[in-house]
C-alpha cells in the first residue's frame, strides 16, 4: 500500500500484510541508532543549561519600545519611552531576577529530564512506527547499514542532539531581534485577515 506523507512529500510503500512485523522491528533496530535510550537527557541537559540561557540573554537585550510596540502603543507613545532594555527594566523589578532565572533553569531541567525518561519508550515506538511508514524495508536495512560503521553511529548518534548545539543557538538567538522587530506588523496582518470573522463573545454575553 502507499501513504501520502503528511508534508506532501513522494509516498513511501506502507508495512502491509506478512512484512509489517518484520518491517517494524527493522525501523526499531533503525531508532537504536538515531535515538538511544537516554537522548531526552542529553537534549535536556544541553538545551537548558546552554540554550535557554542564550535565548533569555538575546530577549535581556531587546529594547523596550520594541515590546511596547509589539503591546500596541503608538508610535507617539513609544517615541517618549526611554532607551532602556527589557535586562535593565528587570533588574530594577527584581534584582534577584538573574538567580532566579538560574535557579528555575535547575528546577525546570531536572524536572523536563525526569518527565521525558518516563515517556522516552514510547516516543521511540512512535518514532519506529514513522519509520517503517516512510522507508522500505531495503531502504531502513540500507540505513541500519551504514549506521553500523564508526562514522554512521557517531552520524546517528548526533542526528537528534545537534540542532541544540551552540553555534546553531547562537544563530536561533540572533534571530530573536528581527523576529520581535516583525511581531507589530504580523499582528497587524493577522487582524487584517481575521476582519472577516464575528468577534468572539464575552463572559457576559453567555
Partial sequence: ?????????????????????????TARETIDYIFPSGTYARIMEKTMDSVVGTMMDSVGELPLRDLAA??????????QMGEGTLREMLAI???AHDDRMRVTMQVMS????????????????????????????????ELNSFFAT??????????????TDPEVMQKMA???PAMMKQ??????KLKQAMAGLPEPRKPEDL
Fill in 70 to 79: 509589539i503591546g500596541g502603543k503608538s508610535p507617539e507613545e513609544i517615541e
Fill in 93 to 95: 523589578l527584581d534584582p
Fill in 183 to 188: 511581531m507589530p506588523a504580523i499582528t497587524q
Fill in 150 to 163: 564508526p562514522t554512521g553511529k557517531i552520524y546517528a548518534a548526533e542526528s537528534m542532539v545537534i540542532m
Fill in 174 to 176: 540572533e534571530m530573536m
Fill in 1 to 25: 500500500a502507499l501513504t501520502i506523507c503528511p508534508t506532501g512529500l513522494a509516498a513511501q510503500e506502507a508495512p502491509a500484510g506478512s512484512s509489517d512485523s518484520a518491517r517494524l522491528e
Fill in 110 to 141: 531536572q524536572e523536563m529530564t525526569t518527565l521525558m525518561d518516563q515517556f522516552e519508550p514510547s516516543f521511540r515506538n512512535g518514532l519506529a512506527r514513522a519509520y517503517a511508514n516512510r522507508f522500505t524495508a531495503a531502504q531502513l536495512e
